[in-house]
DNA sequence: CTTGACACCTAGCGACGCTATGTATAGTGT
DNA sequence: ACACTATACATAGCGTCGCTAGGTGTCAAG
């Protein structure tokens, strides 16, 4: 996968793995991959600037859990990042639709 | 729809829109529009600069077109660039694939 | 004779995915 | 005990590239 396809695009991927419910910033990373059958393996400097870009837009919020020893940031939806993740479907359909129609 | 989606896809459009046949820089942005219903209404800014890298590539050639008295240059796909463009209709199937498994 | 479509061009900006690097803990192997 | 890997976080800086904004010039219509 050539690199920066993802552009525009990986924030609502990243609000999409956490519709189903919180989650820290590594296993979001594993569940991208794992949802994606190993299409998008990246990097964590790809990812964390993501979450905290999210949060700070107000799609996100977090609190830190040390429940296990190790610490980690939990992250989930906010109302907004719910209804910013609707958008974002529907634009996805917009544009893959209109690539499509051009690729023939 | 939102800037830069098109980010790390819009080489390959342009490729698709010359595969039927030269055309002139004016041209593949009015093809492009035409095709996506209007989705892909692109500056020309954004498309100019494309067609000039892709010529760099090697995946485009050009030659300029006096004819009607006013000047155009006239755009048609190597051979090189349609053997990329049937990388990148891979490369984008993939791509959506993935895409819309992990948007559910 | 001005307005707008056609037709080309490029300097510079901004966004953002990625590389590289750093820190620290938990588990696994030898 | 010691090394190594996976887990888990963070961020400075780079490179790419779509877009903005500005420029040149031709042609048709009102």
Redesign the pocket.
């Known amino acids: 996968m050539r ?2 396809t ?3 695009h ?2 609502g991927l990243v609000l999409a793995t956490l519709a189903e419910g919180p989650a ?4 979001v990373i594993e569940e991208l991959k794992r949802r994606s059958g190993g299409a998008f393996d ?5 990812v ?6 999210l949060e700070a837009e107000g799609l996100l919020a977090s609190e830190w859990s040390d429940g296990t ?5 939990v992250y989930r939806l906010t109302r907004r990042g719910r209804s910013s993740l609707h958008g974002r479907r529907r634009d996805w359909k917009l544009f893959a639709g209109a690539v499509e129609a051009v690729l023939g």
């Not at 990246?42 to 790809?46: Q, S, V, Y």
């Not at 964390?48 to 870009?53: G, K, S």
């Not at 020893?69 to 940031?73: D, P, V």
């Open positions: 690199a920066d993802l552009k525009g990986l924030d820290h910033g590594y296993a990246l990097p964590e400097g790809t964390y600037p993501v979450l905290h870009r020893g190790r610490k980690r940031r």
